[in-house]
């Protein structure tokens, strides 16, 4: 990517990038995956906590951008300069894979809201499902392939288009509100499961970190901003454009039907909703929608993923060749492993009884890691006063955001559950081959004693996670 000025990504085009990436495949479930955990009540509280800890990361990111100006693909950046090398690795990878897997979710839910209308696909893991799915993944490749700024003017476009079908369930919800109704559904209404408070809102904290997921999107691309401070800007107007869009989404609902019945729905639930209340037509209307919204987060996410791949195979933490560019300046070997990847698991959701909300909750599990290494930097950076020497009045306000941010991610991965840290180790452990080949290729010593320490204990989570899998533990 060259840096003349007509190269460089805008302010909008950095928060199209932001909220192209955050509103995906998630939104569309929302009603059907709070409705079968809480009502109204708890849904509010589950929102409160996901915006509130998210809008301090997003703080965090922002502060993060401009002051330290210098380190472009903020995730891993961030990662490593606070606490070394392998951890910063592990930031990098479990960040790309974390995004590989999101991506296979994206195709699973387009399958599946096509099996509504072509039964051929199924609940999207069916053989010919998977082979649209693989026709898919390489039309997206190539295009990608054809240069970074091409493919951002798509997402520009894609993302004004997505957003009005959302929009408009939006409106037809609020006009069709029903405040009685809304009333009965607000403690969870008739059939409510036995559950604690707590328990409910617990139920929903990963389907709050996958349609957030993307709130660093301009950070990473900050390589490509005209100015620096729009990447701070353009992650807060993302956050709160799309933090607004969903809680709407996930509340509108219980004013038109029974908690219960939402909760009875097949997924993409907007679509069945919608249709409940105005016909057949709705289905259709936000099923496009959908397909439109997932195929431009999808092509987000791609350049995301292949870009952070990319940056750490130039600063010597990854394999060297993928830092390899074609003649587009498009980062082609970051995007070539990235598209292998994802092939392989849309192609294992064959044998997944659940393969939506297997893919959703472990891209949100194994996100939240690298983003607590983040929020842990920031809190390094504010104790020690590094930077601070200019604005030192902000010190005291970026610990207090940094601190939250970092408990915050901490309480989400506890909240997931074992299971889904168990998954994690069993991708991340065999994934630091690509750690040993970088260094390997450098002639640098492979681990310091923490280091090492944090390897073994990833390893025999990982091979504890392998016995859990074979004897029926936990599942997929």
């Known amino acids: 990517m060259t840096s003349a000025s007509g190269n460089k990504l805008s302010l909008f085009s950095l928060s199209a990038l932001v909220i192209g990436s955050m509103i995906g495949a998630g939104i569309f479930s929302l009603p059907r995956t709070f409705a079968l955990a809480t009502g109204p009540f708890g849904a509010l509280i589950a929102w409160l906590i996901a915006a509130g800890g998210m ?7 922002q502060s993060l951008a401009e002051r330290k100006p210098d380190m472009d693909a903020g995730v891993y950046a961030y990662a490593r300069a606070g606490f070394g090398d392998y951890p910063g690795f592990l930031s990098a990878f479990g960040y790309w894979i974390s995004t590989c897997i999101g991506n296979v979710s994206y195709w699973v839910l387009i399958k599946s809201t096509l099996g509504a209308f072509f039964p051929v696909f199924g609940d999207g893991n069916t053989p010919v499902a998977i082979l649209v799915a693989s026709l898919g993944i390489w039309a997206f490749h190539f295009t990608i392939l054809r240069g970074v700024q091409q493919a ?3 997402n520009q476009v894609v993302t004004i288009a997505k957003v009005v079908p959302i929009l408009i369930f939006i409106v037809v919800m609020a006009f069709s509100f029903k405040g009685d109704l809304f009333s009965v559904n607000f403690w969870g209404g008739a059939d409510m499961p036995q559950a604690s408070l707590f328990e409910q809102v617990r139920q929903t904290m990963l389907v709050t970190v996958f349609v957030f997921i993307g709130i660093e999107g301009a950070s990473v691309y900050s390589r490509y901003a005209k100015k620096r401070s729009d990447v701070g800007a353009a992650t807060i107007i993302g956050f709160v454009a799309v933090t607004a869009v969903m809680v709407l989404v996930t509340l509108l609902p219980y004013s038109v039907m029974a908690r219960a019945d939402i909760a009875g729905m097949r997924q993409p639930s907007m679509a069945t909703v919608l249709e409940a209340v105005v016909g057949h037509w709705g289905a259709i209307f936000i099923s496009v929608g959908l397909l439109i919204s997932v195929l431009g987060a999808y092509l987000a996410w791609s350049l995301i993923c292949a870009e952070v791949l990319f940056t750490a195979a130039k600063t010597k933490d990854m394999p060297r060749l993928f830092a390899r560019e074609n003649a587009n300046k ?3 070997a970051a995007l070539w492993l990235t598209n292998i990847v994802v092939q392989l698991f849309v192609i294992s959701t064959y044998f997944s009884r659940d393969a939506f909300s297997l893919m959703l909750n472990l891209t949100s599990s194994m996100s939240l890691i690298p983003y607590a290494f983040v929020a842990a930097y920031a809190v390094l950076l504010a ?6 020497e200019v604005r030192p009045q902000e010190r005291s306000r970026d610990l207090a955001f940094a601190a ?3 408990l915050y991610t901490l309480f989400m991965l506890v909240a997931g559950g074992v299971r889904y840290l168990l998954l994690a180790a069993i991708l991340y452990a065999p994934g630091t081959a690509l750690y040993i080949w970088s260094r390997r290729e450098q002639g640098r010593s492979l681990f310091t004693p923490v280091e090492l320490a944090i390897f073994v204990a990833l390893v025999l989570a990982a091979l504890y ?4 899998l074979a004897t029926g533990a936990i599942a997929l």
Do not use: H, K, Q
Not at 383 to 388: C, I, K, M, S
């Open 55 to 61: 809008y301090m990361l997003a703080r965090v990111f």
């Open 404 to 406: 939250i941010a970092a």
């Open 383 to 388: 104790r020690r006063g590094e930077t601070y």
């Open 465 to 468: 996670g392998v016995y859990a």
């Open 330 to 332: 498009a980062p082609s």
């Open 152 to 154: 951002a003017f798509i």
